[in-house]
Structures are given as C-alpha cells and as structure tokens.
C-alpha cells in the first residue's frame, strides 16, 4: 500500500509524515508525537480535537456534521493530506504543594521526588532527603488527556491496545518534570534516587503497564492494589495502598497529610475532581467513598469548557444587575475552566437566568461574547455536584452523623484550591453551613507522597484501611439500603447502584482480606430454576447477598434439580437460593429439595425460595428452610442461616 503524506502545521512549524491511508487523523498524530485532546475518548462529542483538514480526507462523518467542524477523532486519512493544529495552551495555577518537612526515615539517596499523578495534572515536588527541605516544584497536564478525559475512556483506550502508549506518556510526563525540577534546583538529575508516586487505581496501572480490564467489568476484581517499591523512570519508586478502584492512593495519602485521622473530633475530606474522593473521621473510625462526579469541574465535558488556561474565564459574579467576569491572563475570554464554571452557575441562579430545577430562561446563559453555557452544561454540573453531595451525605448517614457535628472540613485538590466555597454552597455542592469550617489544603495527594518519602513508617499507615472499609463501610452501607429497600424509601434502581459499588469494593479488596485471613460469612449457590430464564430477580438478591459479606456462586438461570445439588457438594455451599418468575417453573423448586433430601445434605445445607408467585405457605409445604418476599430479606435469612448453621 502506498503511504501518504501528511503535512503538519502546529505553532509556525511545519512537519511532514508518512502513513497508512485509512488510518483515523488523531491516530497518526499520537503515534507522531502530537498531543491531541479528545475528553470523550474519540466518540466525537465534545468537539475539542477540533482540526483544519485539506486534501484527501474522508468525507465528514455525522458527528462532524452535527458540530459543523473537522475532528480528527472521526477524520480518516485517505491520502495526501494537511492538518493545521490549533496552539498548544499552558495550564495556570496547577497546585503543586510544597514546603519543607521534617524527614524522620527516608528513602534511599541524597535526593527525592514525589509525585501526584492526577487525571488532569501531574505535579512533582523535589525534597532534600536528608533536610526535608522542598527545592524545586512542577507541574504539566497529564498528556493521557489526548487519549480520554476520564479514567473509563483511558481504561477503553489501554484494552484496545494503547496500553504502551499511555504508559509512555505518563512516564514521559514524569522525566519531563524531573529534568524541570532538577535544573530549577541546579542538581544533577543523576543525584535523584528515590520517588513516591501517589494516584487513584487507574493512573497507577498505567503508570506501571498494567492490563485494567479487571477494572473495567464484573466482578471488578483487580489484580494489584499496589504498596510496594518498584523502578519506575530509573529510580527505586514507592506506590502507596489503593484503598479500592475508585478510591486510590491519591486519597490514601491526601487522608495522611490532612491528620483528620489524629482529630478528636469529626473531620470530613472532599478532593473535588473527576472522581470525588471523600472521606469522613468520627470516633476512631475511617469512611471512605469515591463519586463520580465526570470531568465538568475540570472544564471537560462542556461546550465552552477548558482548563485554567489565558483566555480561559476562571471568576464570575452577578453584582449590581449585571455579570461581571475574570478572566485569566486578562484577555479575551475563550474559555470557562472549573472555578469559573461554578461561579457561573451560582452566578445564573443569583440572576434568574437559571432556576432551581436547572431549567434555563433563555436557550443559552452568555459569559462573554465567546462563551455561554447551554441547558446540557447546566445539567452536567447539576449530576456533578450532586454525586458529591450525595457521597457527603451516604457517609454521614452511615456515621449517624449530620452536618452540625463535623468539626473540620478539608478541601482537597487542584480545583478545590482555586474553588469559589460560596459559590459552592449555592449551588448545592457543599452544605452552607460547612463553608465557616473549611479550609482549602491544597495538593493533599502530594503532600503525603512526600511524607512518604521522607518517613517510610507513614507507608504502614495505607496498609491497615482494608478491612475497615469493608465492614464498616461497605457492608454497613448496604445494611442502610436494604433497610429503606424493605420501607419503600428506594427502590430497585436505586439498590443495584448500591450493590454494584458494593460488589466493586468487596471484589477489589478480596486479595487484602485474603492475605489478613478474614473469611466470607457463608457461602451460597444461586440460580433461576429449570424451566426459567429471568434472572433480575435473581440478580438482585445476588447483589445483597454479597452485600452481606456472602460468597456467592451465581448458577444462571434454567438450572437443573442436580446442578444445585452437585454446586453446593463440591463447594461447600451452605445454602441452595432459587428463584422463578414463572407459576409453571414452582414446582422445580419442589424437585430441587427432594434432589437435596435424596442427596442426604439438607441437614447441612439450607434452602431460600422467592418470587413473584412464591408464598409463604408454598415455601413451607415443598420443606424449603426460608422463605424471602424481597432481596434485603433474603439476604437477612440468608445471614441468619448461617449463624445457626
């Protein structure tokens, strides 16, 4: 195949490169070397890979038609060809942390570096192992942003075979700002020996090369939650415990430097980003929970949305009638980053412009003459603040705690620094009355990578979290929600959420509970009985049950009498729970309870029957052991069944 040739105009310079027709534009640029930011992960929805294309390239594909521009995540290559590249921006006002510290045990070497390995920035510190003194600070956005703006379009992009070019590009970022750091500091970069690299779960696979599919599915059952020293850029690396996938050790060691866990008191930590990690400190007890709060308050995800860069609108309020707005380098205005992106809505509610529903007066909320936000931006910061402010909420109910109690309020984060707290608490983010008690601690995640660094006894502290979220985070929390479950307070929707972030903690700390010898509760064989193949039922009870702290073996649906019977033998299940939807499909449940009696095991495994048409009276005439009108209750006889067994 003949390659074409493809001219490349970026930043007044020009480069020409070879490649294979019929590869997509943002492709052949990646593998060339030119950054590309694609936020939604190349689906063609955001616009930010906007590109000029001439030549022969493919004709515009419907998503380039609907935003009326080339982007090079849908553009083909179909021959000779050029592309104009818009300029490259510089983030401002990247939180890098710093100061000095005390070191007590620290790595190895002269000289170190910790870093924080955020979704959007990555920044590093250089310290004086043997002072604790910070000599040098940096920070750049993550390069993976061209890939995806989020972890799960990173995750999608590393199965489908970018694993080598994220991991790439994360390592590169880091020499990058070790060559930074070290000529500020006017140290040879040789001197450098040591590093901790603090991140959530995702950013530490593809740091290292790992494959994250087991992130990416059922039964999310990672395969490393890291803790250990291993060589990353030529330098013995420590990374810190992940506490879950959605809770890693960027969390882990922001909860570290904040010393909430060292207050008498209740302390709660937000760090305001892409993923929203919170925890909460109330009587000797650690509550953590990650939501997913997507990338708007980084700026991604919205139609006029950037990142802290010149030109990007970063302060906005309504006063004397009129917007007045900020924006960063004192220029013409391009752009809303995160800050400014609040403000702007606490702004359009001051207004009018926005009700309290979200619903806009006009068909667009104008900022400056080439910025407004639309009814779509509006709804995305509302499912934003509200995963957050939800996550703050699911804790303090499971502390039984409320707002009034919580002595110290720590934001957290490169956002939550630059972050507007009134403007925060109009739009519902954070309660009003928290806004006296917080105070803004900046990078955290880097601040205790650093403590790391210089005190190795900090590395024991990550490692004693596991356990407690499970029990008295993760299990408890169901306990929560198969209560209002049972009381008509949530409903079907609301439980499978609940479960599926259950499931994924329990199934992502399975190895750490393991290595601490702690065992499930019981053990179930579950299935839709012969004959049957609805399973959202079954599915449903399945969830709880692992709520419950049970291992479950999910038989599927249409399940023969003698595969119960042969499951619950050959791993010592202690129950048998069967599910029908169908009236002609009970009487299987009667088949499987004398291929138990037959089998000469009831005496030690017991049997849970449900369903729409099953009764009471049903369950007891066939001689099952318990009957469950609803999912929480089967999960409760289960758990008694097995504390009687």
């Not at 060809?81 to 510089?90: G, N, Q, S, Y």
Request: proline content about 3%; some cysteine.
């Amino acid at each position: 195949m003949k390659m074409a040739e493809l001219k490349i105009f970026s930043g007044g310079t020009q480069t020409v490169i070879h490649a294979e027709p019929g590869r997509r534009i943002a492709d052949v640029l990646r593998a060339n070397g030119f950054g590309i930011i694609s936020p939604c992960g190349g689906r063609g929805v955001c616009g930010k890979c906007a590109v000029i294309l001439n030549g022969n390239i493919s004709s515009p594909a419907p998503a380039e038609q609907k935003a009326g521009i080339r982007l090079a995540c849908q553009a083909v290559l179909e021959g000779d060809a050029e592309v104009i590249l818009p300029r490259e921006e510089v983030m401002e006002g990247i939180e890098l942390g710093g100061g000095a510290l005390i070191p007590a045990a620290p790595m190895d070497g002269t000289y170190g570096a910790a870093v924080d390995i955020g979704t959007t920035t990555i920044a590093m510190n250089l310290y004086d192992l043997r002072t604790g003194n910070c000599l040098a600070r940096c920070g750049i956005p993550n390069p993976q942003i061209s890939v995806g703006a989020d972890v799960m379009s990173r995750i999608g992009a590393s199965m489908s075979g970018a694993s080598g070019v994220l991991q790439a590009q994360v390592t590169g970022a880091v020499n990058t700002l070790l060559v930074q750091s070290c000529s500020l500091a006017d140290i040879d970069i040789s001197r450098v020996e040591s590093m901790t690299a603090a991140g959530n779960t995702t950013m530490l696979y593809l740091l290292t090369g790992r494959d994250p599919t087991a992130l990416s599915r059922a039964p999310f059952n990672a395969d490393h939650l890291f803790d250990e020293t291993l060589t990353l850029c030529g330098r013995n690396t420590y990374l810190p415990r992940c506490m879950h996938a959605f809770v890693g050790a960027d969390i882990t060691c922001a909860v570290l430097a904040s010393g909430m866990c060292d207050k008498k008191g209740t302390a709660l930590l937000c760090d305001v980003g892409t993923n929203g990690e919170i925890a909460l400190w109330k009587n000797g007890e650690l509550l953590v929970t990650s939501t997913a709060a997507g990338p708007a308050f980084e700026g991604a995800g919205i139609s006029c949305g950037c990142g802290s860069v010149r030109g990007a609108i970063d302060r906005v309020c309504f006063s004397g009638g009129k917007l007045i707005v900020h924006v960063i380098g004192e220029e013409d205005a391009r752009g809303v980053c995160g800050s400014g992106l609040i403000d702007a809505v606490a702004a359009a509610l001051d207004s009018g412009m926005v009700d309290e529903t979200g619903c806009m007066a006009q068909d667009f909320y104008e900022l400056a003459p080439a910025v407004r936000l639309l009814p779509g931006d509006i709804r995305a910061v509302q499912l934003a603040k509200a995963a957050v402010a939800a996550g703050i909420e699911t804790l303090l109910e499971e502390a039984d705690a409320d707002i009034d109690d919580i002595d110290d309020f720590y934001i957290a984060g490169g956002f939550g620094s630059h972050m507007n707290l009134e403007s925060a608490a109009a739009i519902g983010l954070f309660p009003e009355n928290l806004t006296n008690r917080a105070a803004s601690i900046g990078n955290a995640a880097l601040t205790g990578a650093a403590q790391m660094l210089l005190d190795r006894g900090t590395q024991q502290q990550g490692r004693k979290i596991a356990q407690d979220i499970l029990e008295k985070g993760l299990i408890d929390g169901m306990n929560v929600i198969g209560g209002k479950f049972k009381n008509n307070e949530v409903f079907v929707p609301e439980v499978l959420v609940a479960a599926r972030a259950m499931n994924q903690g329990a199934a992502l700390l399975k190895t750490l509970l393991a290595e601490e010898g702690v065992k499930a509760s019981g053990k179930v064989c579950i299935g839709t009985v012969q004959g049957d193949l609805h399973d959202i039922g079954k599915n449903l009870v399945k969830m709880m049950l692992e709520g419950k702290g049970l291992e479950v073996i999910d038989l599927g649906t249409d399940v023969a009498p003698e595969v119960f019977v042969e499951t619950a033998k050959k791993e010592g299940c202690h129950i048998i729970a069967l599910s029908s939807l169908l009236t002609t499909t009970m009487g299987v449940m009667a088949d499987v309870v004398k291929a138990v009696d037959d089998a000469g095991i009831h005496d030690k495994v017991k049997i849970i029957v449900g369903g729409a048409p099953v009764t009471e009276e049903f369950s007891q005439r066939i001689g099952a052991d318990a009957y469950a009108p609803d999912a929480a209750s089967a999960a409760d006889k289960a758990i008694e069944l097995c504390l009687n067994a």
